[in-house]
Structure formats: C-alpha cells, structure tokens
Antibody, heavy 118, light 111 residues
C-alpha cells in the first residue's frame, strides 16, 4: 500500500527549533517529489516547497524561502521540514504530499499539527 | 491574498450541477496545468483533477475540469450531500524561480 506517514503533533515555545518528518512506503520513494503544504487554523492551503529525493533538488515558495529547510534521507525514505526558531505564526497543520510532477500531489500524509505558544 | 482567485462560497441543490471558478494570470494558469483538490473537514486534501481535466482513478466522473486562457473551472454534476466541503485549485507559477500557488478555496454548500 502506498502511504505517507507523518510524525506526531508538536507543542513548542517561540524561539525553539523543530523538525517534522514524512515517511513514504509502498512506492519508489526516490523518484517522486515530496512537497510540504501549510494550513493555518481555519485558513486555506499554502505550498511551502518541494524536494526530489533522488538528487535532493529542492524548490521553495518565495513566502517560505529562508523560513524553513526541506531535506530528505533516502536511506529511510523520509522527508523533513525544519525550523530553527519557531514563531507563534508557525502554528498550523503541515501536510506532506507526493507528486510525480512538480505541480500535482496525488497522495497526502495525514498532517502534523504544530502548536507554538508561550 | 492568493494569486489565484476563487469564490469563497458556492451552493447548489442535490442533483444540480455547480461550477467553481479559478482565475489567474499568464504566469500561472495561462502557461501551466491546473489541479483541483477536495478537502473534507479534518482530513488531508485529495486530488480530484490534474492536468486541467484528468481524473485520478477512483474519482467519480461527476467531477470534471476545464481551462481557458487564464481561468479554470471545476464542475460537479449530480450534486450530492457528501460534496459539501472545501475545494482548492492549484497551479505552477513561473514567477520568482517558479513555485506552486493555491487558490483561496471555495466552500461548497449543498442546500
């Protein structure tokens, strides 16, 4: 079965660092793009960036460039997004998703809830 | 404010056809393929349409997509109560080194 399984919910304080994960299974992980999408409370979807595991080619949305780092470890078929210093405005659900193409996601993870509060 | 403009809401009665629009520009819809996603409450989005009008396996043929110029549309025919949820368009935008943009989303109500 093709699936993306994300790490569990996180509660952090402003200024703390965080790395969340997305493990793919049931398909050729290296040859599909993995992207990250943010959904703030009660709001719409925002594309953060995408990575191609085979060569780690990474693209970022201008809105998220410099704010997060997307990475991948092919050996454990897992992609990551990390923050070095969280803000309260990073509170959101973060989804990972798979795409054969850069512009389309055909499979989504279950989402990781990140809460940043003092 | 999103680069792609969707109506915040749409509505229809069971059995009707409803259309949701997505308006963009030459750097996104005008030059690239549009996808549509459905998001049920509390769940991850689901791909409904890709490459403007292609349906993944498992998506009913009640859902169809089209594109003309710098606008795209999602049509849902034979409206059902379970179609009441949020819908998003998405497309690659060629500006600023390229990235995907989502529409602001449309909440569909089945009356």
């Amino acid at each position: 079965e093709v699936q993306l399984v994300q790490s569990g919910a996180e509660v952090k304080k402003p200024g703390e660092s965080l790395k969340i994960s997305c493990r793919g299974s049931g398909y050729s992980f290296a040859h599909f793009w993995i992207g990250w999408v943010r959904q703030m409370p009660g709001k719409g979807l925002e594309w953060m960036g995408i990575i191609y595991p085979a060569d780690s080619d990474t693209r970022y949305s201008p809105s998220f460039q410099g704010q997060v780092t997307i990475s991948v470890d092919k050996s454990v078929t897992t992609a990551y997004v990390q923050w070095s210093s969280l803000k309260a405005s990073d509170t959101a659900i973060y989804y990972c998703a798979r795409g054969e193409l850069l512009d389309t996601f055909d499979m989504w993870g279950q989402g990781t809830v990140v809460t940043v509060s003092s | 404010q999103s680069v792609l403009t969707q109506p915040p809401s749409a509505s229809g009665t069971p059995g009707q056809m409803v259309t949701i629009s997505c308006s963009g520009s030459s750097s996104n819809i005008g030059d690239n393929h549009v996808s549509w996603y459905q998001q049920l409450p509390g769940t991850a989005p689901r791909l409904l349409i890709y490459r403007n009008n292609q349906r993944p396996s498992g998506v009913p043929d009640r859902f169809s997509g089209s594109k003309s110029g710098t606008s795209a549309s999602l049509a849902i025919s034979g409206l059902r109560s379970e179609d009441e949820t949020d819908y998003y368009c998405a497309v690659w935008d060629d500006s600023l080194s390229g990235h995907v943009v989502f529409g602001g989303g449309t909440k569909l109500t089945v009356l």
